[in-house]
């Protein structure tokens, strides 16, 4: 998967954000971000299913509205753009709302992931196919060689 990035300050977690490149860990982890790192470590740990975590996202009304909405496909379970545009109550902001999910800038704990093509395809995932691909079969209840 590769390492993550987190930032965030008292306010709440403004981003996680895969990194392409290994870097040293930090072995100074401040305040404001150790229940990040500890419910981001149980979660890998396949000890966590939900976050319990202050947010501070930064982005338009819509996008804000789209990322609260990605929040509630639970752990396991996967949605459609179209299905998210119907959520948010019109299917025609399908692209918009595409387009506010790859936008996301909180990874794996605003689920964007869990979206995928109408016909059950993997599509765009800012992290990576790959990263995408691992986390729907980490968070799978059917273990099996390869969900996709």
């Given at each position: 998967?590769g390492d993550?990035?987190i930032?965030g300050d008292?306010?709440?977690i403004?981003?996680?954000t895969?990194?392409?490149?290994?870097?040293?860990?930090?072995?100074?982890?401040?305040?404001?971000?150790?229940?990040?790192?500890?419910?981001?470590?149980e979660?890998?740990?396949?000890?966590?299913?939900?976050?319990?975590?202050k947010?501070?996202?930064?982005?338009?009304?819509?996008?804000?509205?789209v990322?609260?909405?990605?929040?509630t496909?639970?752990?396991g379970?996967?949605?459609?753009?179209?299905?998210?545009?119907?959520t948010?109550?019109?299917?025609?902001?399908i692209?918009?709302?595409?387009?506010a999910?790859?936008k996301?800038?909180?990874?794996?704990?605003?689920?964007?992931?869990?979206?995928?093509g109408?016909?059950?395809?993997?599509?765009?995932?800012?992290?990576?196919?790959?990263?995408?691909k691992w986390?729907?079969?980490?968070?799978?209840?059917v273990?099996?060689?390869?969900?996709f």
């Amino acid at each position: 998967m590769g390492d993550l990035e987190i930032e965030g300050d008292d306010q709440g977690i403004m981003a996680i954000t895969f990194l392409d490149k290994e870097v040293a860990p930090s072995t100074v982890i401040p305040e404001s971000l150790k229940d990040a790192v500890q419910q981001l470590d149980e979660y890998f740990a396949k000890k966590r299913t939900v976050f319990d975590l202050k947010l501070n996202a930064q982005g338009t009304e819509f996008q804000t509205k789209v990322w609260r909405t990605l929040q509630t496909i639970p752990f396991g379970k996967t949605a459609s753009y179209l299905d998210m545009a119907k959520t948010l109550g019109d299917p025609k902001v399908i692209r918009a709302a595409a387009s506010a999910n790859g936008k996301n800038p909180i990874s794996i704990v605003i689920p964007c992931h869990r979206v995928i093509g109408s016909d059950g395809s993997l599509t765009g995932y800012a992290g990576g196919l790959h990263r995408k691909k691992w986390l729907l079969e980490h968070e799978s209840p059917v273990k099996q060689v390869s969900l996709f």
